[in-house]
């Protein structure tokens, strides 16, 4: 209970009193290509239009829903006047073979990846498996993030023995980036107790729903600091980022309350 006390407290000051340093970034994107997974709403959707401000000569937006990427990708060129390419590539991370696909295409058309920010998420209370056998939330969050994570690692890496894109731009290193999220100190992680871990989590009859959000954030961490100790990973900055709680789609399937909702906003 104190943990959890100690946290709120941080957490609430954080949230309502602090104000972020570094937010005016000009850092010169020329000739670097980035990916955004998750990025036609939320958190991809402001972090792609950032990146967009900074004319990468690349920009990748990897969503589920075409059309709606297609929407997004409308309103960073209205919003931003960027001049780059600005692509709009499919990936259902409820989809095994949809994320080998798209790491596939990447490593075969990207002659670089400067940056891949894997950010695609959800958040629900209801039960509910992929057609690959797992619980959808445990492989959105958790198996396809840190499968994509593996597959563009090879792509991250070869960037590193690349010459800087412009005569005037400096060596940068590549990120893998995983958005991540405090509330994995909150998890109860119930599932602990099971002889096989992953058989443990898929499991329904043993599954905490209203945990498994902040589990499958932990196990994230989990993953990026495994990978970030592999050999392919020399080079890399692989990290894992908290945007504490804002305004975004992560909860949108969630039942709450319009009075829940209200707070939220005016907490974000």
Known sequence: MGQTLSFFRKFFGDQMFAKPRGTDTYEDLTGRTFLVTGSNT???FALATHLARLQPAQLILAVRDRKKGETAKDSIIAQTGFKGALEVWELDMAD????RRFAERANTNLKRLDGANLNAGINNWNWAMTADGWERMLQVNTLSTGLLALLLLPLLQATTKLDPPHPDTSKTAPHLTITGSA???LGKWVERSGANLLETLNSEAKCDLMSR?????LFSWYLTRKIANLPQAKGVVVNVVDSNLCSSDIGRDLPLSPFAKWIVGKIC
Request: proline letters at 0%; charged letters at 5%.
């Open 42 to 44: 939320g958190i991809g």
């Open 183 to 185: 509330g994995m100190f």
């Open 96 to 99: 095994f073979a949809s994320v």
């Open 213 to 217: 959000y902040y589990t499958t954030k």
